[in-house]
């Protein structure tokens, strides 16, 4: 199947995966479509497989061809995460900063994450780094350029009991960072989102400002912004080891040739681990496979739901478009160990009627939505449930943005400006970065929740 979009031409070829976008820069940077960008979309059968070449845009590079043998700053990876640190340092003036990326933009964890944006979060930095986030998403045509497809739907967190009192210190951080957070009673709840079923649930918060955008269309526009500040984007080349070089430089080994940098960010999610393991840095991810169901609303619901959070069912329930919703789990380890990342894989059976079972549950009036389809994805998770970010101590030059652990989209506008600042300046302002150091790993020191809050939950 080949489609024609400007200078770049496209085949796909895919086993039950979306493969036509809504937005036309979901082909022009990509080389490949993920389903996120919105479902109004045909499904084909087949084996996976897919390609891309270039026709005079400069986003794709021949195995063959030379590459560039020195650089200021090289960006591994060409997801939400590497293409924003890219577009920070290229538009800071890093010098020549190169982004290498084995497949495609978006072709790993973005192009498949329900790009949630919400600011519910335990610890202060992260409510700092979604709030970054937030506003630039809401703010996204002028500050970056491009569509992120944000829709400001709010954000619901439905609370058990044993829950409510870590809600409400959240609650309270957030409204001291200006937030616009309300806690909720189950009254309260109903007058926002009258079709829910409150069973078991003692209390809510809510985020009227936060809602949900598209991975694959953020990363495209990171993507586009890099390269219009200068950036040199590589796609298609295989990076194979990193090593640290005499004279303070760092050598990025590839198929196509080695570049030699001053400072070096691994933003390649799992990939990320066995990168630094090679320097002898510890950096341990898990790739677990998650499952996303995609169900159409029964035509009598009406209006769509905002984000639902249900920390009560462990899910959550995201609105797609005028008719659809996105479910899937809270907890970042209901999954397979994969790691075969690059392969699409369909949901198992049985992920699909838990995720459906919870959303009708919910919403009793979809107990007979229809199911459209599934998809997988894969998430980089750490130990402790988040990333590691900033400078490698062992080896000067080296930085790191990776173990996302299914949460990192929101956080990627944050996370550019926070890796521009550390390699630019050694240090951010955004927020203190020092929690998320890749030391805590070989010291023991992992990120701990309060009580009352699993750290195992994406909400």
């Known amino acids: 199947m080949f489609w024609w979009f400007g200078a770049i031409l496209v085949w796909r070829e895919s086993a039950g995966r979306i493969t036509q976008p809504v937005a036309e820069a979901d082909i022009d940077l990509t080389g490949n479509i993920a389903p996120p960008a919105l479902y109004q979309a045909r499904i084909e059968t087949g084996r996976g497989a897919e390609c891309a070449a270039a026709g005079g845009a400069g986003w794709f590079l021949d195995g063959g061809a030379e590459m560039a043998e020195t650089a200021d700053v090289v960006v591994i990876g060409g997801g939400c995460i590497g293409t924003s640190i890219a577009w920070q340092l290229a538009g800071r003036g890093a010098g020549r900063v190169v982004l290498l990326e084995k497949s495609g933009i978006a072709a790993g964890a973005t192009g498949w994450s329900s ?106 526009a990171f993507a586009q912004a890099a390269r219009q500040a200068g950036a040199d984007l590589r796609i298609g080349v295989e990076v194979t080891s990193v090593q640290a070089v005499d004279g303070g430089s760092i050598r990025v080994a590839t198929a196509a040739g080695d570049i030699e940098a001053g400072s070096v960010v691994l933003a390649a999610g799992y990939r990320t681990s066995a990168l630094l393991k090679r320097l002898g840095v510890e950096l341990p991810i898990k790739p677990v496979r998650h499952s996303i169901a995609v169900v159409e609303r029964s035509a009598a619901f009406g209006a769509p739901h905002p984000v639902v959070s249900d920390r009560v069912q462990r899910g959550y329930y995201r609105p797609e478009g005028s008719g659809l919703a996105l479910l899937g789990d809270h907890d970042p380890l209901e999954g397979e160990i994969d790691h075969d990342i690059e392969t699409d894989k369909p949901p198992p059976p049985d992920a699909i009627a838990r995720l459906t079972g919870r959303f009708a549950a919910r919403f009793p009036s979809e107990a007979d939505a229809t199911y459209r389809r599934g998809y997988t994805g894969v998430y980089d998770t750490t130990p402790d449930f988040q990333p590691a970010l900033g400078a490698v101590k062992a080896v000067p030059g080296l930085y790191v943005a990776a173990g996302f652990s299914g949460h990192g989209f929101k956080l990627s506008p944050a996370v550019g400006r926070m890796l521009s600042d550390v390699v630019l300046d050694g240090d951010t302002q955004v927020a203190d970065i020092s929690m998320f150091r890749v030391e805590r790993f070989a010291e023991g020191k992992l990120v701990a929740a309060p009580e009352g809050y699993g750290t195992r939950s994406l909400a």
């Open 115 to 220: 790009a949630i944006v919400r600011m519910h979060y335990v610890h202060e930095p992260l409510i700092r780094m979604a709030l970054f986030g937030r506003r630039m998403f809401e703010n996204f045509a002028d500050e970056v350029g491009g569509d992120c497809g944000f829709r400001r739907v709010g954000f619901l967190v439905l609370v058990p009991q044993h829950e409510v009192p870590v809600a409400r210190r959240v609650v309270g951080a957030q409204k001291g960072l200006g937030i616009d957070a309300t806690m909720l009673s189950p009254e309260e709840i109903s007058e926002i989102e009258p079709r829910l079923s409150l069973e078991g649930v003692a209390a809510g918060t809510w985020e009227p400002d936060s809602g949900h955008a598209d991975g694959t269309g953020t990363a495209s």
